[in-house]
């Protein structure tokens, strides 16, 4: 229980495994790598995720977690692509895109099948096949 409520300045972050809001000067940072990060700004953190915790426990648990992710490269592809478009606000011929993005054609053409046939994502629910069962 605390008096004093004065935390607002601070308190932004949160732990990445428990959600609990961090202290300053007892936070653990970790860089894992993960596919899925792209960032706004810097190309050379791509690839690299940035990770918070409140305890050594957590942060191990999180670097487990990013460990076990597959790093999946036309996933960090597509990403890139992404960023290139939106920095362009339009479309790219396809030199162009080579150029923002630093990928080849190839690179290029793997991430858009990837973006097309999609993560693999589990069904929202898992239901029994049961519904034409009039024939
Ligand atoms: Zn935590």
């Not at 961090?22 to 899925?36: F, G, K, Q």
């Not at 810097?42 to 790093?71: I, K, M």
Request: charge should be negative.
């Amino acid at each position: 229980m605390r008096d004093d409520e004065t935390l607002d300045e601070a308190g932004e972050d949160i732990c990445d495994q428990c959600g609990r809001l961090l202290d300053s000067e007892d936070v653990r940072i970790a860089l894992v790598a993960d596919s899925s990060a792209v960032h706004a700004d810097s190309d050379r953190l791509d690839g690299q995720r940035l990770v918070l915790a409140c305890s050594d426990e957590h942060l191990v648990r999180l670097q487990d977690v990013y460990a076990r992710r597959p790093f999946v490269e036309p996933e960090l592809w597509a990403g890139k692509i992404e960023r290139a478009l939106r920095r362009n606000r339009c479309w790219l011929s396809g030199r162009r895109l080579r150029r923002a993005t630093g990928l080849s054609a190839d690179q290029i053409r793997q991430a858009l099948a990837w973006r097309t046939s999609g993560p693999a994502l589990p069904p929202p629910r898992a239901s029994g096949g049961e519904l034409t069962a009039g024939g």
